[in-house]
């Protein structure tokens, strides 16, 4: 299976961006996807992620979403009301489960990322 994540960018602060991870060579309907970002010089943190259930981390306070269309084989994440602090960059990651985790060893496939940039 490939991930590919697009769909970031530069915004203010208080923007909003969505962020689309396509996979190839597999169908998503049947494996959890999940969002985690890194910000320079931290360590990758979990975000979101969806399969049986939906999962946030406790710090996205309702800010972002994360949604799939199975048809497409797509999952987005819709962040709103973004901070400078959010400024990382977004991979997309599928396990071979619907469980979600907020465990990155426990996803075995990976996109490449996307780097979201909020100004201040």
Same mark, same amino acid.
């Given at each position: 299976v490939q991930l590919q994540a697009s769909g970031g960018g530069l915004v203010p602060t208080g923007g909003s961006l969505t962020l689309s991870?396509?996979?190839?060579? *597999?169908? /998503?309907? #049947? &494996?959890? /996807?999940?969002?985690f970002r890194q910000a320079l010089g931290k360590e990758r943190e979990f975000v979101a992620a969806s399969g049986l259930s939906r999962l946030y981390a406790d710090w996205v306070n309702? #800010?972002?979403?994360?949604? *799939?269309?199975?048809?497409? &084989?797509?999952?987005? /994440?819709?962040?709103?009301?973004l901070k400078p602090e959010d400024t990382a960059i977004y991979y997309c990651a599928i396990r071979d489960s619907q469980v979600v985790t907020r465990v990155s060893s426990t996803y075995t496939h990976w996109g490449q990322g996307t780097l979201v940039t909020v100004s201040s």
């Open positions: 991870c396509a996979a190839s060579g *597999r169908t /998503l309907s #049947r &494996n959890a /996807l999940a969002w309702g #800010r972002f979403t994360i949604s *799939r269309d199975n048809a497409k &084989n797509i999952v987005y /994440l819709q962040m709103n009301s």
